[in-house]
């Protein structure tokens, strides 16, 4: 390739730069570098002028590689190389020198200093451009099929927008019925419609759309290959009951001797081991709970297979393992309820008048254990005085940092159902009450208005006095003292939400990123907030965070809006950020394949490693270990990291 021709453009990015960075300074110490021809500075070279300087530049100066000192290469560096195709030149001459979030924003307190760091970072992407070599992206064909992890609410909108729109969608739930937790609950905030009047149908559709293969008690083993070509291991759980031949008479369940707590009912109620979870359950079938079955013979039970004039019941049923292709996955694997016996100063698990927020969800449904009335466990009786407390397990250093978001809404939503239903006194204590969404605020006023007690403080303890009472201890931050409430009833822990016990499995068995807090982590909050870090693959719902009802539906639609953008095309080019394997140097020890954590690397026929262009990340790890040298990361090649470093240190020498 012909020598280097290196033009410079420094971006003021407004003041985000300008403010902290001296562009004078920045301008006189990157000029007259080897190889540099044009430098230049403008106030946002990302804009349409700036972008059209560029063109105009690399015509004017014959320039064939580009440095640009700009913002993070996460925000622009698609729109600079889309430049560099409109000039004619390869985009992967490209270099961007991060002098916002590398400097100015993190050393705002000292222009100086900051002014000397842009200096140096300039400096060190001028060597690295120097050898920069053109690269061509790589085209994969996609199938035009999607498996979508988890099916509560948001798996199944993203499913249904993705099978309507003529796609083979696999739905994968662990669980014997699609519909997550929001079957569970019993009106939404803040219009308190109903909640299975809202999802039911959606279960419905899903559960008969043609494009729609439904796989319950089943949960995904292995994902092999890569974006547009997923080879996808699932094992589904045995049900003991014919889909096809189940009538869901309910003959078997009449004749069922054994009743153990429902774990869809929170335990509040009990189920027989022969059991549908709920009336509009999806599929519309029972299920034998093995593990509580007397037993699977006429001589200790066998009650249920011959009550089944259907003969829809066979005892020998057993494990499946299913393999199918797909192009892109979406995850929405949703969430699990904090487990309030953490706080052991609520007495949660102790006491037994001290409840969480989902068993009060049950209680006020209809067709939940109680048929729609809140009593106290320990006697049953309806409660006349009630207290709330919020951020149990949310925003708290002990357990867990995160707001939750859908506690404060979930408990004002509940007292104002208990108020009007039964004329209970609550009373909520909260630390910030958070109503964030659209016509939130007015219904939490609406509550305030219609007898619910607001308390701004902290609950440090309860104390169980006689007949199960309690004694609620806090602290009210306004008035600034205090506070015992004594004779409640019934206490409700406004527990928050956490990542489900799986959510490192499927991390694992995906390639997903998860964050501290343990939920998937999204490519980037803002401008990718449903894309994994791994190609093909989305997140959606509570999977990747808190949120409620309406933004986990909107993220399915996003994720699903994502998905079809790759499958529609039916190919993609792939970033040639990849390791490439030199076959004369490679000893054939295996040790790349080992470490690679994108399974990337395979063995050949000559015993030589072997990469996959699609699954590799360009991490490294594999060019690291090598000890041949066989192995070279493209784009980020070891001498274009040594060029760096040693201007970096003839600068300082």
Request: with cysteine; glycine share 8%.
């Amino acid at each position: 390739m012909a020598s280097a021709r290196i033009g410079i453009f420094l971006c003021h990015c407004g003041s985000n730069i300008k403010g902290v960075v001296d562009f004078d300074r920045l301008l006189e110490g990157v000029k007259g570098l080897p190889d540099v021809e044009h430098v230049e500075d403008y106030k946002f070279v990302c804009s349409k002028p700036g972008q059209q300087i560029l063109k105009d530049r690399v015509k004017e100066y014959r320039l064939n590689r580009i440095v640009i000192a700009s913002c993070s290469p996460r925000m622009h560096e698609p729109t600079f190389r889309t430049v560099m195709r409109e000039a004619g030149l390869n985009p992967y001459l490209l270099e961007i020198a991060n002098i916002r979030e590398h400097v100015s924003w993190v050393h705002s307190d000292d222009s100086d200093a900051a002014t000397e760091k842009a200096i140096d970072l300039v400096r060190m992407s001028v060597a690295r451009a120097r050898l920069l070599e053109p690269l061509e992206e790589t085209e994969v064909t996609v199938r035009k099929s999607t498996m979508v992890v988890g099916a509560g609410i948001a798996g199944i909108s993203a499913a249904l927008d993705l099978a309507d729109a003529g796609y083979q969608v696999y739905l994968v739930e662990k669980e014997p019925t699609i519909g997550g937790h929001m079957a569970r609950w019993d009106k939404t905030f803040p219009t308190l419609d109903c909640s299975s009047c809202i999802l039911t149908p959606r279960m419905a559709q899903a559960g008969s759309h043609p494009n729609i293969e439904l796989l319950t008690l089943a949960e995904v083993e292995k994902v092999d290959g890569f974006v547009g070509n997923f080879e996808v291991t699932v094992r589904q759980k045995p049900r003991y009951v014919d889909l096809e031949k189940c009538t869901a008479c309910g003959d078997c369940l009449e004749v069922c001797p054994v009743d153990v707590p429902s774990e869809f009912d929170s335990n509040l109620g009990y189920r027989n081991a022969i059991y549908i979870p709920f009336a509009q359950a999806v599929p519309s079938a029972y299920t034998l709970d093995m593990e509580n079955c007397l037993g699977i013979d006429a001589v200790r039970c066998g009650k249920c297979k011959d009550a089944c004039e259907a003969g829809a019941i066979f005892y020998d049923d057993h494990m499946k393992e299913l393999t199918f292709k797909v192009g892109t996955i979406i995850v929405a694997t949703g969430f699990e309820v904090f487990d309030a016996t953490e706080k052991a100063e609520y007495g949660y698990g102790t006491f037994p008048n001290v409840v969480n927020i989902a068993e009060i969800e049950r209680m006020l449904n209809s067709a939940g254990p109680t048929q729609g009335h809140v009593t106290r466990p320990s006697d049953l009786k309806e409660p006349k005085r009630i207290v709330y407390i919020q951020c149990v397990g949310s925003r708290d250093q002990r357990t867990n940092r995160y707001c939750s978001r859908i506690c404060c809404m979930t408990a004002i939503k509940q007292a104002r159902m208990i108020r009007d239903k039964t004329g209970a006194d609550v009373y909520i204590f909260y630390i910030d009450l958070r109503a964030f969404g659209k016509g939130y605020e007015e219904f939490m006023e609406d509550t305030a208005a219609a007898g619910v007690s607001f308390i701004r403080g902290r609950v440090g303890e309860i104390i169980e006095e006689k007949e199960n009472n309690l004694t609620v201890r806090g602290e009210d931050t306004l008035l600034g003292k205090p506070i015992d409430l004594e004779n409640v009833d019934m206490v409700v822990l406004s527990t928050g939400v956490v990542p489900p016990k799986d959510a490192k499995k499927i991390a694992q068995v995906l390639n997903l990123s998860q964050s501290p807090d343990g939920f998937l982590l999204e490519a980037h909050p803002k401008l990718r907030p449903v894309d994994s870090f791994n190609d093909g693959i989305f997140v959606a719902g509570m999977s990747q965070g808190p949120k409620d009802i309406p933004d986990a539906v909107a993220q399915a639609k996003a994720a699903a809006a994502g998905a079809m953008s790759m499958m529609g095309k039916g190919k993609i080019s792939v970033e040639p950020y990849y390791s490439k394997v030199d076959e004369e140097l490679c000893a054939g020890c295996h040790i790349c394949v080992s470490v690679c954590p994108y399974n990337a690397i395979t063995v050949n026929q000559r015993d030589k490693a072997e990469v996959n262009p699609a699954l590799c990340k360009g991490c490294g790890t594999c060019t690291a270990t090598c000890a041949s040298g066989a192995i070279s990361s493209q784009h980020y090649t070891d001498g274009q990291i040594a060029a760096m470093i040693e201007e970096f240190l003839s600068a300082h020498e």
